[in-house]
């Protein structure tokens, strides 16, 4: 296994065992460069990410280093933002930056897998069962299901069978936050609802940066 290649007293992940009712084992996972998860996740072949439990692994298994994300964070008080880090055929890897308070529309992923860990500050994902769908007409009925909070210690790979969700970063959560994405195959549009309304359409989907350069076309 190749060793981190950054060690500090704050880039590290703790996570407490309980052995009984005097004794905890503190477990420490010792946080990596973005670049080395990188190169890591590069290494899977592409029957890693046909299902889900094995990404899954490898993002609780190996959290990002906060610092070595700073090349690719943008923000934006208007909106969430997006931020290509690496992309192959296989899937893109990407960092979005949430202000307090901001979310994104309820979606689905076009049938791809995706992981999602935050590295920095705590998301909130909120599941919806879809009922009935019917996107050339742009009807739906959507019902929430459950909420999972997305942390560097639990990061979470979205159902396949229950494929629609939103990312929220709760106003009373009161900071910033990162999620690294990994999408798998890459794809850019997607169907977003509106639960309330019963509706719902294709949008497409941009970058705000690309490999830590802004698109000119995002400004
Ligand atoms: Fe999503």
């Known amino acids: 296994m190749d060793q981190p290649t950054r060690t500090t007293a704050t880039a ?9 009712h005097s004794m905890c084992a503190v477990a420490v996972r010792t946080r990596v460069a973005i670049n080395e998860f990188a190169r890591k996740l590069r290494a899977f072949p592409a029957t890693s990410f046909d299902t889900t439990e094995e990404i899954r692994r490898f993002l609780a298994g190996t959290p990002v280093d906060e610092a070595s994300l700073a090349p690719y964070l943008t ?10 880090i690496d992309r192959t055929d296989l899937y893109e890897l990407i960092a979005i930056c949430w202000e307090v308070g901001q979310f994104s529309s309820v979606h689905n992923h076009r049938d791809q897998n995706c992981w999602m860990a935050a590295p920095i500050g705590k998301l909130v994902v909120e599941n919806f069962s879809v009922g009935f769908q019917d996107i050339e007409a742009g009807n ?10 997305l ?13 629609v969700h ?5 106003r009373e959560f009161n900071q910033r936050a990162v999620s690294l994405h990994v999408y798998s195959r ?6 977003v609802y509106s639960p309330e309304q019963g509706t719902c359409g294709e949008i497409q989907l941009h970058y705000n940066t690309m490999y830590g350069k802004t698109v000119p076309s995002s400004q």
């Open 166 to 170: 939103r990312v929220v970063n709760p």
């Open 186 to 191: 890459p794809f850019d549009t997607c169907v």
């Open 75 to 84: 923000w934006d008080r208007q909106h969430y933002t997006r931020n290509l």
């Open 140 to 149: 739906c009925r959507l019902e929430a299901s459950n909420r999972v909070e």
């Open 12 to 20: 590290r992940v703790y996570s407490i065992f309980c052995l009984g």
């Open 151 to 163: 942390t560097v210690e639990n990061p979470c790979a979205v159902d396949p069978r229950e494929p």
